[in-house]
């Protein structure tokens, strides 16, 4: 009783029939069926061993099932739908079974219960085999109709939808030319949902997507070009179908590509919302709810989808009625969301614009001086009661902007002087560059030469203080170790002049460029300035300084080198009024500058007669008898006529010079080892001065024997040579 128990049981749930179905075994199948078990025989999940055959797979059970009489319609329940023969074949994509199916006479169009989907819908949007085209291009060419709808309740899809949805374009294409309906509107409820639950992954991430859309709509939102060209071919409404929320060209601007690092997706968007505009898509449709595709983009921050309905045709003073911003053109919600690049794109666009009406206008005008934005700013200064007034620009632009003083801030300075009227007042553009701006700019000729250009006087305008060229000079470098800035300070200083600067500007309190450059040590200056035009003799009249020239005032602040670039100029002296005049001398001998000297030495009244120059030399200079210093001495018997009589600092130094050397001569005859120069060798082989030193060192047996040998073996080869 108990085994005939546990048998019925057995036979309830999965019966042999059924296992041998799962394992493939055509043989034990053939046996069952001869000994009489039932061919339709449900198991507990209502499946039939031809059902379970179809799932594994196994073709030869299943041809042996279907020969045998097995129902090819029957229907099972699982994942909350009933299933048919044909339906699961078709899930698992086996064409094979499909076409025996076919031939027993299952049903091609037999929907599935709670859905109404078919077997064509399931093999588009189900499959799980990559012979799934196969699959649907066999059932359409055997009578599977592509407009049956998986409806519930009123809301239905189509295969074509599901092609659409991933982007299957060949599959469109079989459906196309199938009669597919083209503008099917998709509408979906919960069922259809749940089943949606068993579809592809590209199906379920994109299915929240695809609500009240048509299959060119779902296209668009995927960015697949070829498939919205062939149903826009095919007779597609590219505005959209009669109940459908929006068009295609809303539904793409909607699903706005939210990364640019999805290269491919974020190029063909916008070759998408191009292409559907070039075929008619109404740059300004109206959706139910009042959107429209140029308010869209500009709530998304699309720029470039902008200019391309604006391009289309799209009205850019179209107000947008809906919500909180009732009533609000495109460039008004531009401000209210901070669309910069939107915004002067539809300025330049001459778009119709309230100032009282748009939010963060403040906001967007720092956001231009920021980015120097000239075109920007003046669009927002001349719309009609701006904010933006002389006072606002003054605390931006001399606060804010020129704290950062390169070139580019510089030229945005510049224009600014041409957007307000009254910016230009008070200072000069040039002056103010120069005063503010050249102490960090390294690239200031270029800077000057944009105020030039401009109109900018160079010399100044009525109400300054100085020309930029004086200001320019007073401002001088303090360091020469920053090269960059200390050569580029002489490159403006000649570009000034060379574009009409004057040389001799005077100030109000009577300072002038070259007194300036004096002052503050600049020797390239006062070349430029003298070359220039400077007066090298003009007076400076101020203070301390009353009726003193260029040169008086280098020798009260000791600089050398204008001193002498000045002499070199024939510029006017006089000794009685020049301070220092002995420091520049001395210095002169220190530098061994007998151009200097003779400049010295020759001046009307010079206190430097030859008891001074005698003591320097012999004091001082004599002191380190090198080759240069020799040379040095020698020249000097050129400047004063008395220099070079007996006891002169020559003859004294060349005395010393040849006892020290004598010592060193390691050859004999070889008079170029002794280390005085060839000027001085040839003065003192014209004179007995060497030859009676040589003999002085003979007679003084104080001196060593190697010196003393030395000397014998010069004067013999003295004698030999003169």
């Excluded at 319609?73 to 009933?82: A, L, M, R, V, Y």
């Excluded at 000239?374 to 927002?380: C, D, G, K, P, Y």
């Excluded at 090198?626 to 002169?648: D, V």
Aim: hydrophobic share 40%; net charge positive; proline share 3%.
């Amino acid at each position: 009783m108990v085994s005939k128990t546990r048998v019925k049981k057995r036979r309830i749930n999965f019966t042999y029939l059924h296992k041998a179905a799962k394992d493939g075994s055509v043989s034990i199948c053939k046996r069952l069926i001869q000994a009489g078990t039932p061919i339709d025989i449900f198991d507990r999940k209502n499946k039939t061993a031809l059902h379970i055959a179809i799932i594994n797979g196994h073709y030869d059970v299943v041809k042996h099932l279907l020969d045998n009489g097995a129902n090819s319609n029957s229907h099972f329940f699982s994942f909350g739908f009933w299933w048919t023969p044909l339906q699961i074949a078709a899930k698992i994509g086996d064409i094979g079974i499909c076409e025996l199916l076919i031939k027993a006479g299952a049903q091609i169009n037999s929907v599935r219960k709670i859905d109404g989907a078919t077997a064509l819908w399931i093999a588009k949007a189900c499959c799980i085999s990559i012979d799934c085209d196969n699959v649907v291009k066999y059932l359409l060419e055997n009578g599977a109709s592509p407009n049956v709808r998986t409806s519930c309740g009123g809301y239905f899809t189509t295969p074509l939808h599901i092609a659409a949805l991933t982007g299957d374009i060949d599959g469109c294409e079989l459906l196309i030319k199938a009669g597919a309906e083209i503008d099917p509107v998709c509408n979906v409820d919960s069922a259809t949902s749940r089943s949606i639950e068993h579809c592809t992954k590209y199906v379920r991430y994109f299915w929240k997507y695809v609500r009240n859309k048509t299959p060119l709509q779902i296209a668009a939102i995927r960015c697949n070009i070829g498939i919205c060209e062939l149903l826009v071919q095919a007779g597609a409404q590219i505005n959209g179908a009669d109940g459908c929320d929006e068009s295609p060209l809303l539904s793409i601007i909607e699903l706005r590509p939210k990364s640019q690092s999805r290269r491919n997706y974020y190029l063909f968007y916008f070759l998408l919302v191009e292409y559907l505009l070039k075929n008619g898509a109404n740059a300004n449709y109206k959706s139910r709810d009042g959107r429209k595709p140029l308010h869209q983009a500009v709530l998304h921050n699309l720029p470039k989808v902008c200019q391309l309905l604006v391009s289309f045709g799209a009205d850019v003073d179209d107000t947008y009625t809906i919500g909180e911003y009732w009533q609000k053109s495109p460039l008004v919600m531009a401000f209210h969301f901070k669309r910069y690049n939107i915004i002067k794109y539809l300025f330049n666009k001459s778009a119709k614009f309230n100032v009282e009406q748009a939010e963060n206008f403040l906001y967007i005008a720092d956001k231009a001086v920021q980015k120097q934005d000239i075109e920007m700013l003046q669009f927002l200064i001349r719309c009609e009661n701006s904010p933006l007034d002389r006072e606002w620009i003054c605390k931006k632009i001399r606060n804010t902007i020129l704290k950062d003083r390169t070139h580019k801030k510089l030229q945005f300075f510049l224009f600014l002087s041409n957007i307000h009227p009254t910016f230009g007042e008070t200072y000069s553009g040039l002056t103010d560059m120069c005063r503010n701006d050249i102490r960090k700019n390294l690239d200031s000729i270029g800077i000057c030469d944009l105020f030039v250009l401009a109109g900018a006087q160079i010399n100044g305008v009525d109400g300054c203080d100085e020309s930029p060229l004086l200001y320019m000079i007073e401002l001088r470098p303090k360091l020469k170790s920053r090269r960059e800035y200390y050569a580029n300070y002489f490159s403006v200083v000649e570009y000034l002049l060379k574009n009409g600067a004057n040389a001799n500007y005077k100030s109000r309190d009577g300072r002038k460029p070259l007194h300036q450059a004096v002052l503050h040590n600049l020797p390239k200056v006062c070349q430029l300035l003298v070359s220039f035009g400077a007066d090298v003799d003009d007076t400076y009249k101020i203070g301390e300084y009353w009726q003193k020239s260029p040169l008086v005032m280098a020798f009260h602040f000791k600089r050398y080198n204008i001193i002498k670039y000045l002499f070199n100029k024939s510029a006017k002296f006089n000794v009685e009024q020049a301070e220092n005049f002995l420091y520049i001398a001395d210095k002169a001998v220190q530098k061994q500058d007998i151009e200097m000297l003779q400049f010295l030495i020759r001046c009307e009244n010079s206190p430097l007669d030859r008891e001074w120059i005698c003591k320097k030399i012999r004091n001082t200079i004599l002191k380190d008898r090198t080759h240069k210093k020799l040379q040095f001495l020698l020249s000097l018997s050129s400047i004063h006529p008395t220099f070079g009589e007996t006891n002169s600092g020559l003859t004294d130094v060349c005395r010393n010079n040849i006892r020290k050397n004598l010592g060193r001569v390691q050859t004999f005859g070889k008079i170029n080892k002794l280390k005085i120069p060839k000027t001085v060798k040839r003065y003192l082989a014209c004179d007995s001065l060497l030859r009676h030193i040589c003999k002085g060192t003979l007679i003084n047996k104080n001196l060593p024997m190697k010196a003393r040998k030395n000397a014998e073996q010069l004067l013999w080869h003295l004698n030999c040579l003169y």
